[in-house]
């Protein structure tokens, strides 16, 4: 995905990888890698940890990721579905709550001013 985005970095958009899991992560340096070269990129990683796993690793990310370079910003959020399950409107604003702000950092670190957009026949 990193790959796939880093193409992409010219154009006007702004996307969102959803991942789901029911496993640890195996290689936790590499996924640390991988989001760190993420954070200068037009995008933000969802991870949802599914089931009763030890999710440790995982809920430790925030504290793990240590930016490279001044334009480094947090990219990842992690949440146990278990936590929410019952309450799956806590689960939706807990997820996306950081959303508007990861755009925002974003826009603002790469100097990307928002775009007016005309419509036609806006009455």
Same mark, same amino acid.
């Given at each position: 995905m990193v790959e796939y985005m880093e193409k992409?970095?010219?154009?006007?958009?702004?996307n969102?990888?959803?991942?789901?899991?029911?496993e640890p992560v195996a290689?936790? &340096?590499?996924?640390? =890698? *991988? #989001?760190?070269?993420?954070?200068?990129?037009?995008?933000s990683i969802l991870i949802i940890g599914l089931g009763d796993k030890d999710?440790?690793?995982? &809920?430790?990310?925030? =504290? *793990? #990721?240590?930016?490279?370079?001044?334009?480094?910003r947090e990219t990842a959020k992690f949440w146990k579905f278990n936590r929410s399950k019952d309450r799956l409107g806590e689960l939706t604003e807990k997820v996306l709550s950081?959303?508007?702000?990861?755009?925002?950092e974003y826009m603002s670190l790469n100097r990307i001013e928002p775009k007016i957009v005309q419509h036609d026949n806006v009455q």
């Open positions: 992409r970095k010219h154009k006007s958009e702004y969102i990888m959803l991942v789901i899991t029911n290689d936790m &340096e590499k996924t640390i =890698t *991988e #989001i760190n070269k993420a954070s200068n990129l037009p995008m999710f440790q690793k995982l &809920e430790m990310l925030k =504290t *793990e #990721i240590t930016p490279e370079g001044s334009s480094s950081g959303i508007p702000e990861q755009i925002v």
